[in-house]
């Protein structure tokens, strides 16, 4: 298989080794390596022997849109207080 198909062709029953989502996602071996090592920050995977990894594509495109962003921010703080803010809120907060 080659991992430069177009994202959205690749069925999601398909198994990628490290290297090959490692190249999918511009992102090094050693990464995917340690995410495996904290739970929640890599995909997940299987493990099919002795240093045999394997990604299946359903789970790395739900891992892919978990870690999609609107902003860097967790959170909105005011007083200590995590808020939905709206525009107001947010043109205070900058104003400040």
């Known amino acids: 298989m080659k991992i430069n198909q ?4 690749l069925d999601d ?9 490692a190249e999918l996602f511009c992102v090094s071996v050693s990464f995917l390596n340690k995410a495996r090592m904290v ?11 002795q240093g045999v990894i394997r990604y ?9 849109e978990e870690m999609m ?3 860097t921010r967790t959170g909105f703080y005011i007083d200590g ?14 104003q400040e």
């Open 6 to 9: 177009a994202w959205s062709q």
């Open 13 to 21: 029953e398909v198994m990628l080794t490290t290297e090959q989502l």
């Open 39 to 49: 739970e929640g920050r890599g995909p997940r995977y299987a493990k099919l022997g």
């Open 56 to 64: 299946q594509m359903k789970d790395v495109r739900q891992w892919r």
């Open 69 to 71: 962003r609107t902003h």
């Open 81 to 94: 207080n995590e808020l939905e803010p709206d525009a107001e809120d947010i043109i205070e907060w900058l």
